[in-house]
């Protein structure tokens, strides 16, 4: 059978033109029906997008049980409900002096956005609002301290001198580079160690140089929940030992004042015999192989008494067994503008200097500078 006969109809039953007209027809139909139905396409206009923004946040966890520091973790997510969402950007540890860790997360906060202001779970996250944290390790709360567009807690680098007294088997453990670090996070690093005799043989006084990661806030640098300042008690704690020392200085891991050397008297009166015998000239007080002092010239002679006889009488006599001890020693000093410091105490006429000197430990008194 042909296609198209000598009349032109199509397999002689249809003419062509008619059967283009139906064709156009079933198009035109088709077309609107795809337009009406078009709202069950799973794609969305973006006329259909929501209207969602996002800002970051400090949360304030407070002190918090090592369980739930190991697991705390920048991208931890968490979402109350709807459009909200929180990830967890940062993950800021601090010490504290009863050996626990507070934790500061900085987050980013999704939400839908109104004329007025962002919203996150229902409300915007003003200062003091308290937000949850809840994951598949962890439930906790902290408080809104603080937002803005940055994804972590600001810290600075801070390098302190501090100083303590410590039993003198601590004191021996303490040594350059030593770090302190909370889950893996180096909080304070050990530049620099000085360690001094005192009066009682079982203790050390020590001064460190330490370099501290800090958090910056509005109101200065803080460490351990404390703004850093002289007289501030902060902790360092490594696996040989755990400290309490006092802020001397911020900004330096330096004392104050130049180094120099001076020469002075030192008395010690009314001496045992055999103290006053163990101590020669060449003895030496050392910190980490630095001298600090050195005896270079020692004289004996016998201590006085006064005696008073019955008639009110009053004698002047040589002590029977009794020694007085002087000392010419080099010490190791710094020039400030207070006057002279020694081991970080005040050197001048009158006060006690304390020498350790190895075998024996000595307390004396400056007679001159």
């Known amino acids: 059978m042909e ?83 929180l990830t967890v950007t940062d993950v800021h540890l601090e010490p504290r002096s009863n050996g626990d860790a507070a934790a500061l997360l900085r987050v980013r906060l999704e939400g839908d956005a109104t004329s007025e202001s962002f919203q996150y779970d229902g409300a915007p996250p003003r200062l003091g609002r308290e937000l949850q944290v809840v994951t598949d390790q962890y439930q906790v709360s902290g408080v809104v301290t603080g937002t803005g567009e940055n994804d972590a807690v600001e810290t600075t680098e801070r390098q302190v001198l501090v100083e303590g007294t410590v039993h003198t088997d601590t004191a021996s453990e303490i040594r350059e580079g030593d770090t302190f670090t909370l889950r893996e996070r180096t909080v304070a690093t050990v530049e620099s160690v000085e360690v001094f005799g005192t009066d009682a043989p079982d203790r050390k006084r020590v001064r460190l140089g330490l370099t501290l990661n800090a958090r910056q806030t509005s109101e200065g640098a803080q460490f351990a929940g404390q703004r850093l300042a002289e007289g501030a008690e902060i902790p360092l704690r490594t696996d ?62 016998r201590s006085t008494v006064i005696l008073v ?60 500078l």
Do not use: C
């Open 240 to 301: 040989d030992y755990r400290l309490s020392l006092a802020v001397q200085r911020v900004g330096t891991t330096e004392p104050r004042g130049e180094p120099t050397t001076r020469t002075v008297t030192l008395q010690i009166e009314d001496v045992d015999p055999g103290l006053a015998t163990a101590i020669e000239a060449g003895m030496t007080e050392s910190v980490n192989d630095r001298t600090v002092a050195t005896l270079t010239d020692v004289e004996r002679e």
């Open 309 to 368: 006889s019955e008639d009110g009488d009053v004698y002047e006599r040589d002590h029977p067994r009794n020694l007085d001890v002087t000392m010419t020693a080099d010490l190791a000093v710094r020039e400030t503008g207070g006057g002279l410091k020694f081991k970080g105490e005040s050197l001048q006429y009158g006060s006690t200097v304390t020498l350790d000197l190895g075998s024996v430990t000595v307390e004396a008194t400056v007679a001159s």
């Open 3 to 85: 296609i198209l006969d000598e009349k032109g109809r199509l397999f002689g039953a249809v003419n062509v033109v008619d059967a283009l007209v139906v064709l156009l027809v079933l198009a035109v139909v088709a077309a609107g029906a795809a337009l009406v139905l078009g709202g069950n396409d799973s794609t969305p206009d973006d006329s259909d997008e929501l209207d969602l923004a996002s800002t970051h946040a400090t949360l304030d966890m407070g002190t918090q049980p090592e369980y739930i520091v190991a697991q705390l973790n920048e991208g931890d997510t968490y979402s109350p409900g709807g459009n909200d969402n």
